[in-house]
RNA sequence: GCGAUCGUAGCUCAGCUGGUUAGAGCGCUGGUUUGUGGUACCAGAGGUCACGGGUUCGAACCCCGUCGGUCGCCCCA
């Protein structure tokens, strides 16, 4: 038979195992865990949708639309598309499956996402996120919860050194409409100053101007006028009741009056944990309010707010990968005494220890290769005279003799 | 889409200003101690030096191209 060649893993894609994968696994099971907590119920989710899905609420930013996503003809000729995130997803299963009824409805989530992007550290074409959400929830503290969870969430993963809150508010749609074009008559007043980028920026989204890495922007960004002076009292008491939430709850956080969204639909409280750690990659976890969604995609109008992180980028901050040592490992050292190992091996799991045997390539080595296994104890399963001989080297004594009397069952 | 950088056994890497049959550790396979042993000792298998051209008496090493990895720019829902 012809020997193929091996098709490659596709750009972009991982292949975890050992540390990688339990760093992973361990995010994975932390948001679980806390998520609970919290009272937010776990949904599922299709990994793929009706493109309009996404191209409907991204609307404007036709890059993104355009260049960044998965999208496919099916069979019936229907554009479908991988999903880039979860909020669209979420937006729509609440309006076409009838979640109104749970309103105020918190819900969690976690999976693949994919986006066509050039990988670079923590940026991946198939990446995963944890995602949280509150969907009909337009009051303040909606919001301060859902930063305690996420606060929360990292102190349980050990990661909030390094990391900090950055926080910002976009306002209602009236103090988001005054700051854009108090920011275009900024940008539009300097453009001899700003970059070629900064430049296109201005036409397509001049807001991100703020967040422009050329140093030649940064002199115009610096007196740039901030939100505040464009506020309507409603948004600015609206901020004022999150920051008292994270107050209350003892939540560290800083201003960040640079912080913004592209997308229209956002208004109010934005923010994002971020770190020096990840290079470039400095996002954590982001996210923000997210009232206009739900009106753009068909739905009634449903306040809304959420957020999500990468689970690479969690998994990549912690700091030690989590022990993935078993209770017991077995050398089988004699082959006679197989069955026996077997009906012992059971035993051990059937009591709720972890258990892994070595019973193939040289008997006389499997002794070394079990060492080498991490494990609280290591037992070597050999005969004497034809009978069962058990070896158990365990510094735990009382779990030595529970394994003791486990291996010798039915003997 | 653009830029920088890298590509040598399954893995991590050596390999001098270009000079014989390309090296180590780990892993794998086999053997040794007639042993209850904590990663031992010996041996073996395993390499189109990413791929394709070029320069040269001679290329893993120099030049060009392609592919792939990494990092960054753009973008960031």
Avoid at 67 to 96: Q, V
Avoid at 111 to 132: C, M, N, S, V
Avoid at 171 to 195: I, K, M, N, P, T
Avoid at 198 to 222: F, G, H, W, Y
Wanted: negative net charge.
């Amino acid at each position: 038979m012809a020997k193929i060649q091996t098709p490659r893993p596709i750009r972009g894609t991982q292949d975890m195992i050992g540390e990688t994968a339990d760093r992973f696994a361990h995010v994975v099971e932390t948001f679980e865990r806390v998520r609970k907590l919290y009272g937010f119920r776990r949904i599922e989710l299709p990994v793929f949708e009706a493109t309009a899905v996404f191209s409907r609420s991204l609307g404007e930013t036709t890059d993104v639309v355009s260049k960044e996503m998965y999208s496919f003809e099916d069979r019936g000729g229907d554009s479908l598309t991988l999903r880039p995130e979860f909020t669209a997803g979420i937006a729509r299963a609440y309006i076409t499956e009838g979640w109104q009824q749970y309103a105020p409805l918190k819900v969690a989530t976690h999976g693949p996402l994919f986006r066509y992007e050039r990988p670079q550290k923590g940026r991946y074409r198939q990446f995963h996120q944890i995602d949280a959400e509150i969907i009909g929830a337009a009051e303040p503290l909606a919001d301060a919860e859902l930063l305690i969870f996420a606060d929360h969430l990292l102190k349980e993963l050990g990661i909030s050194e390094g990391v900090t809150l950055t926080l910002n508010t976009l306002g209602d749609a009236a103090s988001r409409e005054a700051w854009r074009a108090a920011l275009v008559a900024h940008f539009d007043g300097h453009r001899a100053a700003l970059s070629e980028d900064s430049l296109t920026r201005l036409e397509k989204n001049p807001m991100r101007i703020l967040d422009s890495k050329d140093p030649r922007d940064q002199a115009v960004v610096a007196d740039a006028p901030d939100i505040d002076a464009c506020l309507t009292d409603e948004a600015r008491v609206f901020f004022e009741r999150v920051t008292d939430g994270l107050k209350a709850a003892g939540v560290a956080w800083q201003r960040n009056a640079r912080l913004v969204r592209g997308l229209d639909y956002y208004r109010h409280t934005a923010f994002e944990f971020i770190t020096d750690r990840l290079g470039a990659q400095g996002t954590v976890l982001g996210g923000g309010r997210y009232d206009g969604l739900i009106e753009t995609l068909g739905g009634p109008a449903t306040p809304a707010v959420g957020w999500a992180a990468g689970i690479e980028r969690l998994a990549m901050l912690l700091d030690e990968a989590p022990a993935a040592t078993l209770d017991v490992v077995i050398a089988l050292e004699d082959d006679t005494m197989l069955a026996q190992a077997l009906t012992g091996l059971a035993a051990l799991r059937g009591a709720g220890l972890s258990a892994d045997s070595v019973t193939s390539g040289s008997p006389r080595k499997r002794f070394d290769k079990a060492a080498k296994i991490p494990a609280r104890a290591l037992v070597s399963v050999g005969s004497r005279d034809g009978g069962l001989y058990l070896n158990i080297h365990c510094d735990d004594v009382a779990l030595a003799g529970r394994i003791d009397a486990l291996m010798r069952v039915g003997v």
